[in-house]
Nanobody, 119 residues
Framework: VQLQASGGGLVQTGGSLRLSCVAS????????RGWYRQAAGKQRELVASISSGRTSYADSVKGRFTISRDNVKNTLYLQMNNLKPEDTAVYYCNLRGAVVSTLSPFTSWGQGTLVTVSS
């Protein structure tokens, strides 16, 4: 299963961006989907995830970011509002699931999209 992320860019403090992540490939069941980010010199961290309709967020983004999905379009979104310079990072989408035809579990990562928030 391949993931294609998009929507990153340069935005001023307080601005908004919406990231998208489209999944393609064999038919699969989803266990969880999420957004991670990695700032320069730091480890990759989980920003938000959705599993069985339940969402969870890192404390640093609660109230500002919203994760959602469109199952028909196989697309995951991350709406980011009131962005701060500390949100600057490369954002990666992630999917954990299993291929229906083989029941093989997998974990896929998108290629990353850069979000830069200027002060």
């Amino acid at each position: 299963v391949q993931l294609q992320a998009s929507g990153g860019g340069l935005v001023q403090t307080g601005g908004s961006l919406r990231l998208s992540c489209v999944a393609s490939g064999p038919i699969f069941n989803v266990n969880s989907r999420g957004w991670y980010r990695q700032a320069a010199g730091k480890q990759r961290e989980l920003v938000a995830s959705i599993s069985s309709g339940r969402t969870s967020y890192a404390d640093s983004v609660k109230g500002r970011f919203t994760i959602s999905r469109d199952n028909v379009k196989n697309t995951l979104y991350l709406q980011m509002n009131n962005l701060k310079p500390e949100d600057t990072a490369v954002y990666y989408c992630n999917l954990r699931g299993a291929v229906v035809s083989t029941l093989s579990p997998f974990t896929s990562w998108g290629q990353g999209t850069l979000v830069t928030v200027s002060s």
